[in-house]
């Protein structure tokens, strides 16, 4: 299915220009965002986003290379999900595990108590 008819399904509010999107872009756009992303599910994640950020676009929009749009969506979904994964807060080297931080605060109350007495 052309562009075209594919776009005239997202006017049309039909799932199926999802499932034409999908066929015919969905290797492109799973890569386009493998690049950036290395775990497959938030691959997947981003992947339905950009699907959704189509579905949600196109009627008001009408791209003229619908392949162009869909890949700049990806690329800024990726970039998003990417900036959210390497936030400095939520970065997985910087935390310790439960069972370390109770032992550590354990540790230093039992120090605390120590220099007390």
Same mark, same amino acid.
């Given at each position: 299915m052309?562009? *075209? +008819? @594919?776009?005239? $399904? &997202?006017?049309? *509010?039909?799932?199926? %220009? !999802? $499932?034409?999107?999908? =066929?015919?872009?969905? =290797? $492109?756009?799973s890569f386009i965002i493998g690049r950036l992303i290395k775990n497959q599910l938030d691959v997947e994640e981003c992947t339905n986003d950009t699907y959704l950020g189509v579905w949600f676009t196109i009627p008001p929009k009408t791209p003229d290379n619908l392949k %162009? &749009? @869909? !890949?700049? @969506? #990806?690329?800024n979904q990726a970039l998003k999900?990417?900036?959210?994964?390497? %936030? #400095?807060? *939520?970065?997985?080297?910087?935390? !310790?595990? &439960? +069972?370390? $931080?109770?032992n550590y605060l354990a540790k230093a109350g039992e120090e605390d108590w120590e220099n007390n007495e």
């Open positions: 052309d562009d *075209r +008819e @594919i776009i005239k $399904l &997202y006017n049309c *509010r039909s799932e199926d %220009a !999802l $499932l034409e999107t999908e =066929k015919k872009y969905g =290797k $492109l756009v %162009a &749009y @869909i !890949l700049k @969506i #990806a690329r999900k990417y900036e959210h994964i390497h %936030a #400095a807060k *939520r970065d997985i080297d910087m935390c !310790l595990p &439960y +069972e370390e $931080l109770s």
